[in-house]
Nanobody
């Protein structure tokens, strides 16, 4: 069982940066692949990016590639989402998700992830 808590959201102007954190409780965090998703008002939740268990591989949605970076610190049971060059269309509730996996999986579908955080709001003003 893994519990996830996101933090770091807030209000930022377009062009600014934020770093979200997702702290995980439970054992064997290093055996979990992690993903970030977001949901804007009136829209379905969408994939943002994913990182495999070791942090050696990442994958991003086209809309954020080159602006967002996912990393993890397994010693701290934490995964990060560094968001740069933010745009108003990045405004959403951001969720982290996890699933046990020691392969190179970086899943882009919600259904693959077993555990979810409660989300943190990111608002980008124009």
């Amino acid at each position: 069982q893994v519990q996830l808590v996101e933090s770091g959201g807030g209000l930022v102007q377009a062009g600014g940066s934020l770093r979200l954190s997702c702290a995980a409780s439970g054992r064997r965090f290093s055996s979990y692949a992690m993903g970030w998703f977001r949901q804007a008002p009136g829209k379905e939740r969408e994939f943002v990016g994913a990182i495999n268990w070791s942090g050696g591989s990442t994958y991003y949605a086209y809309s954020v590639k080159g602006r967002f970076t996912i990393s993890r610190d397994n010693a701290k049971n934490t995964v990060y989402l560094q968001m740069n060059s933010l745009k108003p269309e990045d405004t959403a509730v951001y969720y982290c998700a996890a699933n046990y996996d020691t392969a190179q999986t970086m899943a882009i579908t919600e259904a693959w992830y077993a555990y979810w955080g409660q989300g943190t709001q990111v608002t980008v003003s124009s």
